[in-house]
């Protein structure tokens, strides 16, 4: 069958056509900026390596990320991790900040501070409520780094990085549940499962097995096991299988795809196959979610 591509909208910024992102991108706007011209509904998207981080002030709405709806109001934070497909629906008049830096922009500033890439593993909404504080001291972080990357001074460049470093720290603390402190013994099996996630990104439609992806990553097939069970609680068939469900469900919610047709463009030789593979992780038949979702 011939193969049908994509049509998950993929923008640079909301409403531009995709380009490569610069790999010291950074750009603040706030939310009415580009949501009130679409009647304050984002639909749903994804940016290929664009992070984006989301600070409510005042207002609400709900976000959709994947295949999930999850409400907000202010004050909170949302993350949407890049490559995400997301969309919002904001309350009129909502009142806050979007902050988009590049995927490679994080991982640079990964290597001094680890937290910093697990605030982005996962899209999320957090409340922060029982810390007023930690709102104010990121919007007057927001302001001046909005105002650096319009203002043509010397060293803006410089001044620019360090004011979002500023706000990463900020945003870390202010969800520190979610962000302890890795340890230097398991950052290189973090580092491990880190490349066989972008592999799999790489491959996810050929159909490789395990022994495959060990072999492309030139690690044993134990040495992958453990370093997946650590950092996900996982072993690498279920990070792979997750992967393939993720992208089926975007498949069916968001392309006009048939069942039949998300299983050929998965690498799925029998649709029958993929219907049961898919009803095995996400407990409904893939006709059954989409037509609930």
Not at 58 to 70: F, L, N, P, Q, V
Not at 217 to 229: E, H
Not at 230 to 236: A, C, F
Request: with cysteine; hydrophobic share 45%; glycine share 4%.
């Amino acid at each position: 069958m011939r193969e049908r591509r994509d049509a998950i909208p993929r923008f640079f910024l909301y409403g531009e056509p995709p380009r490569d992102a610069d790999e010291r991108f950074v750009h603040v706007e706030t939310i009415a900026d580009r949501s009130r011209m679409y009647d304050w509904r984002i639909r749903p998207h994804a940016h290929r390596d664009l992070h984006q981080l989301l600070m409510i002030v005042s207002g609400a709405g709900t976000m959709i990320a994947e295949s999930e709806r999850s409400p907000f109001c202010a004050p909170s934070i949302t993350i949407v991790p890049a490559g995400t497909v997301h969309g919002f629906a904001f309350q009129p008049e909502t009142e806050g900040y979007v902050v988009t830096l590049a995927d490679r922009l994080l991982r640079d500033l990964e290597r001094e501070e680890v937290a910093f890439g697990r605030l982005f593993e996962a899209a999320s909404v957090t409340e922060l409520k029982t810390d007023p504080a930690a709102l104010e001291e990121m919007a007057e972080t927001l302001q001046r780094l909005k105002r650096e990357l319009i203002w043509h001074a010397p060293a803006s460049s410089a001044a620019a990085t360090a004011l979002v470093l500023t706000l990463l720290v900020q945003a870390v603390r202010a969800l520190h549940d979610r962000s302890a402190t890795v340890c230097a013994a398991n950052s290189s099996r973090a580092a491990l499962v880190a490349r066989f996630r972008e592999k799999i990104e790489a491959h996810l439609r050929m159909g490789l097995s395990i022994a495959q992806y060990c072999k492309a990553l030139s690690v044993t097939s134990s040495r992958l096991r453990a370093a997946c069970l650590e950092i996900t609680g996982k072993p690498p068939l279920r990070v792979l299988e997750e992967r393939l469900v993720l992208e089926a469900k975007r498949s069916l919610l968001y392309t006009n795809m048939t069942v039949a047709q998300t299983a050929f463009y998965l690498g799925f030789a029998d649709p029958a196959y993929f219907s049961r593979f898919f009803s095995k992780h996400a407990g409904q038949s893939p006709a059954s979610f989409r037509k609930r979702r």
